[in-house]
């Protein structure tokens, strides 16, 4: 079994920042890619940025380029989502994905609120 355990997230202000991280823990075996998918209410859950193992940054939300950074540490098996200038509709529960040699694994999700 993977667990993937998300920590961060909470309440920001407009225009403030936020940090998440995404740790992989178990039989991990090999991770590769691993990214961050949000669900706001109401709506699908969205891919928000995605990276492969040597770091490169697959996907990048247009919504969120030039705000957010995604980033990993293959030592630690973490994901990382720098979110910065957050914005109202940013709020959503956040998501960490990692693609195994098993599959996808998710994790539980952290919300993300952000006021006006």
Wanted: glycine share 12%; hydrophobic share 35%; net charge positive.
């Amino acid at each position: 079994q993977v667990q993937l355990v998300e920590s961060g997230g909470g309440l920001a202000q407009a225009g403030g920042s936020l940090s998440l991280s995404c740790a992989a823990s178990g039989r991990i075996g090999s991770l590769h890619d691993m990214g961050w998918y949000r669900q706001a209410p109401g709506k699908q859950r969205e891919l928000v940025a995605k990276i492969s193992r040597d770091g490169t940054v697959n996907y990048l939300n247009p919504s969120v380029k030039g705000r957010f950074t995604i980033s990993r540490d293959n030592a630690k098996n973490t994901v990382y989502l720098r979110m910065n200038n957050l914005e109202p509709a940013d709020t959503a529960v956040y998501y960490c994905a990692a693609e195994l040699d098993s599959g996808v694994g998710w994790g539980q999700g952290t919300q993300v609120t952000v006021s006006s």
